[in-house]
């Protein structure tokens, strides 16, 4: 007898479910625990998918007996799962239907039931679909698009700050702190500025040497002494000058002078005093000098032991040799007028080799540089806007080749003066020692048709003083101005006594004191009256030291080498066209010096900013005067000109220090990274990279 072995369909259902929820397949545990709250509409889909399923697993075969054994007894429905089943009340999930009132067997409902392959293949892809667990959602896309068309890469995202602990800028003890800190790195880089660099400006009678970032410079006479292997013979130039015995002033010209005085006494509402030069005829001729002890005076000069000197003194200790038989050391200035020294050396090249001695003393000795260390700073050269291209190529050889500097520079006087005074406009008055230098400057660059030099300066106002006085019964009858000592009182007198405003002209009393070697110290007493206004006078008046210029006018001798291999055989010779101005009057060339400058415009801000600079300028009331007298001799066709102005010194400073001060601002200035001239540079150009490096024209002088 068979057994039939075919499962009824509920029990296949049931078995198949329940080991899928056993297995955990097709299980999903938030749908179970929903149950009890979804719509019975959302039911059916799925357990008319289940049942379909199930249809088909059967119509494809029949288990054995062994396999439904096995189901039977591992997997029996849960109480859960059989609260969860549908009913059998519902039709929909009935596999075994009746057809025609009789109840179908599985065979028949498998054979109508069953779907084409295409349908199988579908719930069969379906069924894997809920079988498989379920992926969490993904995650939103990014909200931000790349704006750049042509790009593949993906936007970064910002930077989280929730770990970020840092408080650096969000405290004020901070942001004082990185300020303190900031301002302690300007300094320090202000400070660092310009110690490598050495700024010269070579006078007459004063070097002024130093390092850019100093305060001031070092100042010693520009003058050298040398042992010589015979007894020297006289110099030509003693103490700067020729050394020709004292003339008196021309009084022609000396009664204009004393015109001039009482006009301006006159509107100043000062009555001058009578009997004035009676007085000062009858004390200084009865007063007697005082000697003072040398443990008494504190001002001893102390004079220089030629024996226990070298080959050659510089400075002060040159100038306190003792004028006596025993040594053999000759005093020389190298620079004269502000040129090389033509009576008294031979050829440039002697003058520039006591040149290069005197600064590298110096630069050794006050700012403590050894020569070997040369190499490693820089050197800037301040020259005369009258230069003369032979000296000026001569000076860089020296820098670059017999002292090594690492580069140089060369700018003129005036454009430095401007640069120390903090303008860019202005007329610059350089009242030297021999010389006297008038040139405007606009915007930085010295005008080349305004330039003018004339033959006169202080040294010129000392010999006028000292003629004026000595006609007065000066006490100190042995006074002689070749010799360095009595040079040197006479410009301290000048220096302390010389005024210009009229309220100081009245007769007083002074003392001073003549220090002479190998014997003690005399005090004197003077009275003075109108000599201390008349003096600086005569840069007004050149009439009065005429006789003065015309000796130092002198034919100069390097002009007649024809050595080519000492000097440039194409040098140009000194210039001659500048000799004119030497007889006329310092406010005159002032004045025709702002008119060739061109428009109105430009000269109405030149005559409003005129700078006084050098030694000559110290004279009290000598701006005021200047001023006066430019304004008087305007020009009838400038209108436009309200006044005239001399500007003071900023911050008071020492007008003799004004272009070296200058000199050092411009060396640290970014520009004057492109104007260093380099040794190679001058190997390859020679003095072609002076025009290529330099602010001014290089002229054909």
Known sequence: MDVDTTIPAEEVKSEVKDSQQTNGIGHDPAQAHRSDASDSASKEPTQKEEGEEINQSTSTGAPSSDTTAAVRKTEQPSPTDSQNAPSDSNPSNNINTEK?????????????????????????????????????????????????????????????????????????????????????????????????????????????????????????????????????????????????????????????????????????????VANAKSQQRSFNTSTEPERILDHNDPYKVEWTDPVAEGEFIIGQKALNLPPSKNHTFKLSWPIVGGKLNEQDYPTPRVAIADLEAIWTKVIQEDLGIEPKKFMKHYAILVIPDLYNKLYVIELVNMLLKSMQFKGVMIQQESVCACYGAGVSTACVVDIGAEVTKVSCVEDGICLPNSRAMLKYGGDDITRCFTSLINRTGFPYRDLDLTQTYDWRLMEELKEKWCTMNEADLTVQVYSFFVRKPEKQTEKYQLKVYDEVAISPMCLFFPGVIRRWIEQRETNPSFEKIVNHEDINEDAPPVSQRHRDHNGLALDVVVAQSISNCGSEERSKKLYGSIILVGGGGLVKGFDRVLEDRLFQALPATLTTVEKVEVLPSPRDMDPRLLVWKGASVMGKLEMAKELWIKPLEWDLMGRKALRDKSLFVWSKD
């Open 100 to 272: 025609d009132g009789q109840p179908a067997t599985a065979a028949d409902s498998s054979a109508n039931e069953r779907p084409s392959p295409e349908a199988a293949e579908a719930r069969s892809a379906s069924s894997t679909m809920e079988a498989a667990p379920r992926l969490p959602p993904p995650a939103p896309a990014r909200s931000y698009a790349p704006q750049f068309k042509f790009t593949t890469f993906a936007a970064m995202t910002a930077v989280p700050t929730r770990n970020v602990t840092s408080n650096f800028l969000k405290t004020e003890k901070n942001f004082v702190l990185k300020e303190m800190a900031t301002k302690h790195r300007r300094r320090k880089r202000k400070a660092g500025a310009g110690k490598k660099i050495i700024v010269i400006h070579p006078g007459s009678r004063i070097l002024r040497i130093g390092r850019a970032s100093d305060a001031y410079p070092i100042a010693t006479p520009h003058c050298i002494a040398r042992r010589m292997r015979v007894k020297p013979t006289t110099s030509k130039i003693a103490n700067g000058q020729q050394s020709a015995t004292i003339a008196f002033v021309n009084d022609k010209y000396l009664e204009e002078i004393e015109a001039d005085l009482k006009l301006r006494m006159r509107a100043a509402k000062r009555r001058p």
